[in-house]
Each structure stands twice: as C-alpha cells, then as structure tokens.
C-alpha cells in the first residue's frame, strides 16, 4: 500500500495569481509532509446549478494557467473535461484528466476521456452504487487505459443532501482501481441555496478522516485562501491555512490503517 | 387544461418493422380514445450500464426510421439527444427533443439541444429536487425556446432503486411548463440486475394512475409488443397488447381530476 | 371491492367542543357523499418530538370525550394506543385501536393489541419496506384477530422529510388486509421546525388522490376546522371546511380505478 | 478527551456458558489493550423481523446471567429494556440501561429508563436527523440523570439498506452527551433476508474505522465466537478471534484523533 495521495486546489480557476499561489502553497506543504500531490482547478464549471453562476475563464485561458502552474511550481495538475471539450488540448497540458460525476454513465465520453492516454479521475455519480462503478471502470479500461482511478463524492440522500457511504470505499477498491474520497464535495447541499449549492465545510475534516480511516489511496479536497469569497463551491471549501493542520492528521491516520491492514479484507 | 397527452414508443429502434407496427397501433388506439398521441423511440442508448448492451441502429439508420413512421404512420415522433449527437441532423427529422436525466445539469448541452428551436421534454436528474428543476427550465428558455416540457422520471432512494414522489408533479408545475410523468422508467432499479438495469412492470400501471389523479398534461411509457424480448428495458416496458386497458383508466381518471381542479391550487 | 372508507378527525382532542363539532361535521359530509367515516382522535401524543409540546388531555378525560362522540354523533371512532396505554379501558370504549409507526417492530406491543379483538390499524413504520409489513401483520393475526387493516404513512427520504412510495399500496395489499394511506402524516416534515415536526398541507390533496388511484380501501386525514391553531400536527392537516371539494374528487377517482380494476392484477 | 471505551458482547444471552466465556475473553483482550470494556448482551429481543425468531432466555433467567457475568468476571454490565420491560428489576443488575432505537421518540419510555438513574445509552432512531438527538437527550435529561449516551446506528436509506453518516457523530457531540458508533447494527440489512434481517459483517472494520476516525467516545460491536451458529444478529456480529486485530487499529487511530484534536471544532 502506497501512502495517501493529495489532489488538490481551488474549485476554479479565478486568475493566474490565485492558481500560482495556491499552488506553491500547497506543494510546499505537502513536500514537507511528504503528501504526493496533483494540482486541482477547473477552467469551466459546465454544470452549476444556475446559468447565472461564474463558471471560470474558459478552456483558452485556463489552460494557460495550468501550464504556467505545472511548469513554474513543478506540480502534476488534473482538471475535469465535459460532454463538449475538445479533449486534446487539455490532455497535452494536463497530466491527469477527471470526469463529472454526472457524466459517469456517458459512455462514448468516458470512453472518449480515457482514449486519451492520461491518467483518468473517474468521479460516481451521485445516483450509482458502488458497485455499479465496475461498469465504468470496465468502459474506460475497454480503451487500453490501464491508469484509472475512481472517485467517491457522496450519495443522493433525499432531497438537496448528500451522504458519504464509507462501505462504498471498500466496495470500489474491488475494481482494482486506486480510490479516491473528494472529502470537499461529499459535503456539498446540492442545490441547497435556491439558485446555488450550499456547503457544510465543517464537515470536512469529519469526512475526510473517517475516509482515511476505512482505506483510500488518495484524498480529493478543494481549497482556498479565502472560502466565503471563492468564485465557486466556496461553502464547502476548506481554508488553505488550515489545510497543515488538518492534512497531519490525516497522514498519521493513514500510516496507521496501512501498517495495520484491513481487517476486512 | 388540456386533456392527457401519451408519449409512447418502444425504448430503442429495434427494426423499422417493430417500429412502424407499433406506430400504427399506438396511432389507431389513441385516436380511438381521443389521446394526443407522440412516439418515441431512441436511436442510441448512449448511458447503457454496461459497454456489452445494445445501444440501437444509431443515429443515420435510427432516423431513417424515424422518418418513415412520422410520414406513413402520421404521428409526431420524439427522440433523445445526448452530449455528442449532432442536433441539427435530428432536429431536422424529428418533432419534440429529449434531453436524458443525467445530463439535466449540463448547461451547455441543455442550451445547445433547446436553441435548436423545437419542443424540448426535459427529464429530471435522478438526483435532483423537484423545485432545482426551475434552474434548467430557466437555462432551456434563455435560448429563446418557450417550447419546454419537464419530465419526472424518478429519484435516487438508496442504491439500484428510484422511488416517485408524487409532490414533485405539483411542484414542477410552477415552472409553467407542462409536466410530463416517465410510468415505465420510474419503475427502473437502476443497475438492480447487475450488468443492466432491472425493472418492476408490474408497478407500471399503479404509478401512472397516480401520477394522473395527482395531475399531469403527459405521460411517458415505453411498450414493447414482447417486453420480455426487448432489446432495451424490456423489464420496465408495459407490453403493447395492454396499453388499451391501462390508458382507458387513465383516461377516465385524468377527466375526473381535470373536471374537479387541483384542491391544492 | 368496497368503495372508499375515510378516517379523519383532528389530530388530538382539544376539547369535547370541537370534538362533537367536527365529528357532526364529518358525519354529515360522509352521509351526503355515501362515504363510510371512522372518527379519529388521539388522547396522547406520547411521541411527540419535543417534550415541551402539547400532549392531549390524557387516556381518561380523552375516552370520555370519544364515548360521547360515538353516542351523541353516531360515528364509530378509532384512537391510537401507546406502549404503556391500558389497552382494555380503551379497547371498551372504541372502534378500532390504531398502532403508531414507530412501534411496528416490538412484538409483544403488536401482540397486546390484536390480542383485545377489535379491528386494528397498524401503521407502517417510516423505516419498513411495504414487503415487511407482512411479517407484522402475521404477528397481529397469530393472536387470532382478523381484522387487521394497514397503513402507510410515508418512508424515511433523507433528513427531517418523508416520501409516500405508491408501489408500496399495491405490495401492501398482498397482506390481505384493507390498505389505508395516511394522506396527512405523508407530508410531515418530521422535526423540520426545529422542536417540533412541520409540514406541507398544501400537498395533502395531491398525495391523497394519487393513492386512491394507485387503489386503496381507506384514506386517512386529520383535518381541523383551524389548522394553523391546532394543538397537534397544524402543519400537515386539512382544513374542514376544504373537505368536502377534497373527498367529492377522491370518491370519483376511487369510483373510476374499482370500476375499472387494477391492470397489475 | 478520554480513550474509546467498548461495548461489546453477544446480541443476546444464548447460555450461561457463552455469556461467562465470552465476557472473559472480552476482559482481558481489554484489559490487554487498555480498553475500558462494557459487556453487552440482550435477554429479549423484543423486535425481531418475525414472530418465529428466538428472542432470548426471558429477562429473569436473562438478569441472572448477566448478574454472573458481572459478580464473576468483574466487568460492568449493558442491556436493552423495551416498552414493557420491569425497569426496576433489570437496574438493580446491571450497570447500564440502553433503550431501543426504534423506541427513541416514545416520550414516556425514554423518561421512565433514564428516572432510573443508572447511565442511559440512547441509540438513535433509523429515521431521525442527528440534530434531532437533542430533544430526545433533553427529555431524558429532564429527569435529573445526566449520565447519558448517544449512539449512531445507521439510518434508514432507501430499503432493506442503513447507511452510516459520520458527520452525525459530530452533530450528536453537540449535546454534550458522550457519542457511541455501534457498528455492528450499523451495517444490518433490515428485513433484507425476508424473515429476519441481513447483515454485512465484512463491512464492521470499515465503518468502525471511519467513526473512530470521525471521532466518537465509545464504540459498540456485537461479537460471537461463531457468528454464522449465533442465535441472532450473527450476519452483522464480529468473529470474537478477530477481536484483537480490529481493536489494535481502531486505538491506534483513536489515539492520533485525540492527540491530534478535530480540526472542526
């Protein structure tokens, strides 16, 4: 067992500034911790809950970031790819691609996504079960892309609410896939503001350690400066200056269930 | 308010036999009870379970078929649309769009698929709340398109089952757009045989006859003349030879309520 | 099939008052419209959400009024036991003896009741599968008594909300036992206000008539002649003087799905 | 913060041979490991699926057991009491009352155990909200004792299904009461077997892993020497030799939690 991977960043590219130094911030943190890391952000947000919503500066000059992100901080970067993203561009910027949970049961786009080679971030749909996930993995790797990972990031509970089923963690890692827990979305209330999603950041510490605690290779956490001002998913980020603290905990729970191994398995 | 209307057909283009056999049928019956009548029938099922699944003719032969029912059989058709279909072929062929549950947050395809210019029946994520839907109403008719149509289909409760919740027609109401009721997709269990989705036909009939005492200007049923040997949620079809049983309770109940009005109103 | 039985009354007896008036009120409303009518009152909220609320007159004071009402308006009448109610002084006095929700699941409690005779409503636990009903339903009829009738109020949907299952309608009637829905308590927001449980009236009438076309032997509603002043449940009750409107279109859908039987049949 | 306390033991009292063994190997694996250690077994099961399930040896050969178990091995002593159990009897044995959770909102039984005096652990009902544990710790509170618990049991998703949300353990600190994950219930498949109720034992280690990460002051776990023979809830209980593993990992990881503080608060 390798030990916990981070993925993370802000949810969308806001400027060249922000992504800069988000990004150093956080790739020095995570070498003193000796977390490895993959920058996150979105260049486009296509599916907010309102068409009124920021939804990022677009593929053209989000790209640009990252680039500058991956070539002046020296950090692998991921970012999310949609039903209409014209997925070369991205894929020769990027070092690793993730799919919308929505998108999970596109099959011609997840097959399309994972053709092109990279790595790819496979999130479940809010509406799957765990173990309907194997159709997606199996969809992907059809492709010849042996390098899949598969993303939890909660559960349709009732209505505006999501819940984090901590069995659907051991369940997934029977694809073989690496798993990954998005502790910053599973927190997310869906629609929960009226015109937008609302959040409960304090749960992310919550959510995040008891993912840790049941198993995972990696740890998915959007992150920023300053949340209550974020151009996106603000509600449900996690301060940056408050990302050491909490990700020391998390490596030391991590080391323990790794020495330990799995009781279940 | 207007009289029930059916939008029916089998779930995919299996053969322009089937398909133009069925046209005639469902065409003969609902003149015969005063019924509205749109066919439908998909010419790629493009979110399958499982990449094994048939996914129909595509979409040059599927339209071919949906051509010839439209001209000989005279009835207005509608089909599905998904992020990669180039809209303007279909739209070119076709009478009413569709717009799959999963992609209901997509904004720029919802947008794509409504500035097209043709009425649009928009199905409702299996993991959205009835009131969210005014958001992608709203998307839809930004584009100009005054033609939407919102369609309950039903929500995630617990894993690899949906469940109707009837308040949900009446809210989706207030979008002003009329609400449609999905009888044979609601009775989905979603991923419930494990390469593919299982249904409960039975529970067909008891769910559109509540859906139309609760009050809807449509309702959606996929028939199949031998359910059993679709090629397509056969599981979840209500067979063709008992439409006429089902839709003459249906009508009579969707008289009744019209003629009484909405107590809740 | 019988046509459409009601039970209705205000959630809890305020006073002998408003009890005699209402059950007048009922009585000949259900005269006129040929409906048979169940008065139902409660002596004790003995499961209220906080302990702060109104509870009801208690077992003894309640009885009296219930006798009266039966005496003086001629109605059967039919009242919730409890865990630690002595069941015989209510069983002499009353119709029907009804078992809460929450208790559906303690043997001995279910037992003790079916055990004095009378016909008994049991109401469906917000956390049972309508399949498992059955499991309850043969633990009142070992005691011999077989007139046991069920009743569905709602399953648990997410946090503090409930949603109303109308397969759960048809899987119910494979007990035997008459069905009722329970149209009032179906949209109770248990606990949405904080200390006490809210709820959403205006979706009575929909519910309501979708569960008499789903079929039904019985429907259940408490209805106030002042909601918003009730000492109990305001939130989800049906006004009185709205009930008459309510029932004349429920009586019509129930007339067209009986006439016409159950195509899942 | 204290160290995670235990309770564990059979479901229920199958013999006096089982009960004293198996509370003398829990004893000193505890005492082992430095884990404060409550012995739990039920003398009725009171809510079984089916009325033809064994439901244990009756309360008084039941209290006679448990007296031995705690006169002989030295271990302080939890059972359940139901809505129609002497309360007085079963206080003069044992050390701790633990209530039903299907019974949490009976407002009379919650009062009457805590009246008691003895520490109460209240399990949290399957179709509560977590912040709805406040009015329940209040009204047992409102009797003087303030020796009480909260446990989380899972709650109620979609059917035959529990699902464990770790950010209610958090909530439930929020009353001040000590928070006790049960993880052997939690991961019960109600009514999933058709007669009686499933159980995903495989799931135990992965969801008391995550609670104690989440952060809780006790953990609960059915255990047997040979679950697959245990008279109940055996899908669901811990092997009693696999006791030792699973507790070596979840003290380690509640160490580094308590050490390390809950970034949330």
Redesign the interface.
């Known amino acids: 067992e390798q030990p916990l991977f981070l993925i993370a960043g802000p949810c969308v590219v806001e400027s060249e500034a922000l992504a800069l130094e988000s990004a150093l911030e956080l790739r020095d943190l995570c070498a003193e911790l000796g977390v490895p890391l993959i920058y996150k952000s979105s260049f486009d947000k296509?599916?907010?809950?309102?068409?009124q919503s920021y939804?990022g500066p677009g593929m053209e000059a989000g790209l640009r970031v990252l680039e500058r992100v991956r070539r002046e901080v020296g950090v692998p970067v991921v970012t999310d790819v949609?039903?209409?993203t014209p997925l070369d561009e991205v894929a020769s910027v990027v070092d690793v691609l993730q799919t919308p949970a929505?998108?999970c049961?596109?099959?011609?786009?997840i097959?399309r996504v994972a053709a092109c080679g990279l790595p790819v971030n496979l999130k479940k749909?809010?509406?799957?079960?765990?173990?309907?996930m194997t159709?997606v993995v199996?969809?992907a790797r059809?492709t010849g892309n042996e390098h899949i990972l598969v993303c939890e990031r909660g559960?349709?509970?009732?209505?505006?609410?999501l819940?984090?089923?901590?069995?659907a963690?051991?369940v997934m890692r029977q694809t073989g896939a690496p798993v990954v827990f998005d502790a910053t979305h599973s927190?997310q209330l869906?629609?929960g503001q009226g015109?937008a999603s609302g959040g409960?950041r304090?749960?992310?510490?919550?959510?995040a350690?008891?993912?840790?605690?049941?198993?995972v290779s990696g740890l998915f956490m959007e992150t920023h400066p300053d949340p209550d001002a974020a151009l996106s998913d603000g509600p449900n980020a996690w301060p940056l200056d408050?990302m050491r603290?909490?990700l020391?905990?998390l490596i030391?729970?991590d080391r323990?269930?790794k020495e330990?191994?799995?009781?279940?398995q």
Do not use: C
């Not at 296509?46 to 068409?51: F, G, I, L, P, V």
């Not at 049961?105 to 786009?109: E, M």
């Not at 350690?209 to 198993?215: C, F, L, N, S």
């Open positions: 296509a599916n907010r809950s309102s068409a939804r949609h039903e209409d929505f998108l049961r596109q099959t011609n786009f097959q749909g809010q509406f799957l079960a765990p173990w309907d159709h199996d969809k059809a559960v349709s509970f009732g209505y505006n609410n819940i984090s089923d901590m069995r963690l051991a927190v869906p629609g015109h409960q304090e749960f992310v510490p919550v959510l350690r008891a993912a840790v605690a049941a198993g408050r603290e909490l020391a905990t030391a729970l323990v269930v330990q191994g799995f009781a279940e």
